[in-house]
């Protein structure tokens, strides 16, 4: 097991926000983790990432990938556990009342953000 998986960041069903991003408009994306995407590559890393399928837990927020034509956007995805942090809502407050929290993430590129499910075909 690698220095990345010895203690993950996040869990299922944790609201989190993406870190370390190599791409700027991934930076502050408020995402909530739907289920394991277990260890993949990730461009840039040598060693296999442990990854979580993710959806953009805000209003207009999207995920933004390198692809063989550029950037896309996505409002689900894969995100790398070492760039996301677990939020932890102050005493008192339910995760759902964040949902509709301003959107941090800051738009550089101009792009259609698509569903999954667009891109699969499904």
Known sequence: MNDHT???NCAVGDLAITVNCKIPENL???VRIISSGGFQEWQGYSELLYTWN???ATEG???FY???DG?????SGPAPDIYLRRLTPPQGYLLE???DSEQLQMDFHEV???ELADVEGK
């Open 66 to 68: 390198e692809v063989e």
């Open 6 to 8: 010895t203690k993950l």
């Open 97 to 99: 009342e964040f949902t």
């Open 71 to 75: 950037i896309e956007a996505y409002t």
């Open 54 to 56: 993710v959806e953009v």
């Open 112 to 114: 259609e953000v698509k």
């Open 61 to 63: 927020g999207a995920l």
């Open 28 to 30: 502050g994306n408020i």
